[in-house]
DNA sequence: TGTGCGTATGTCAGATCAGACATAGAATGG
DNA sequence: CCATTCTATGTCTGATCTGACATACGCACA
């Protein structure tokens, strides 16, 4: 469980060290992240729902496909600012989006 | 309603248009912003109920006080991740950012 | 009036993020 | 096996954000 989370957070890119286990991260960053994580899978089953393919979606949202696959990775170098808009741009609402953040979020809490 | 609502955004840098009507802005834009307004609201609120000033959170955060203060005013020169880093140092989850969206946000729809 | 304290605004250099492109991997159908 | 299609990763350049500093504003209260 907990190496399955820090398998889908390295690969993210956030590079957490062999030797340190995942929870160095402090209580701030592990918040952040989840939630970077909970809108980067609402944005993933948005899509899928959507019926597109990330090349196609990016065409919707004026990015690229390389850009969308990093989204749903909720890779270090998108921002929430991104998912957030990308998020509202298919149509989402703010409530939408704290929904997200309540069902999704702390899935792998210490 | 609409003109005050007007002035809080002009005022965090965005901007508006003289003669065009703030309603230029997308439903996306407008949900953005709704978003930004209420967790800068949510962090001014924070920072008076720890009884703290701009210049003591922004040591808290490791941040200046002239940043506080464009958070707090959601201006367009600060994202929605530093919002929510500062929030989260505040020690705010994200259950509560999620309470925050769906009590604050949408404050000035159309 | 002026002094003090808190808050707001403008600007800048360095840091981070954006879209784009190339390319690799994974899965499916022939 | 090879194509085709979709997804993932690495890297570049230009755009945006960040903390810091300076300075202005607002409001008390002597």
Redesign the interface.
């Known amino acids: 469980m907990r190496a399955e989370k820090r398998r889908q957070l390295e690969r993210a890119g956030w590079a957490i060290g062999d030797a340190g286990d995942f929870l160095e991260l402090s ?2 960053e592990r ?2 992240v ?2 970077k994580l ?1 809108l980067a899978d609402g944005l993933r089953r948005r899509r899928e729902r959507l019926g597109l393919t990330q090349s196609a979606m990016a065409d919707r949202l004026g990015s690229s496909q390389s850009r969308v696959a990093k989204m749903e990775a909720a890779h270090r170098s998108v ?3 991104l998912l ?2 990308s998020l ?2 298919l149509g ?4 939408d ?3 997200l ?2 069902t999704k ?2 899935t792998y809490a210490a």
């Open positions: 209580a701030e918040r952040f989840d939630v909970a921002s929430t600012d957030l808009k509202f741009r989402a609402s703010p409530a989006v704290a929904r953040l309540t979020a702390r």
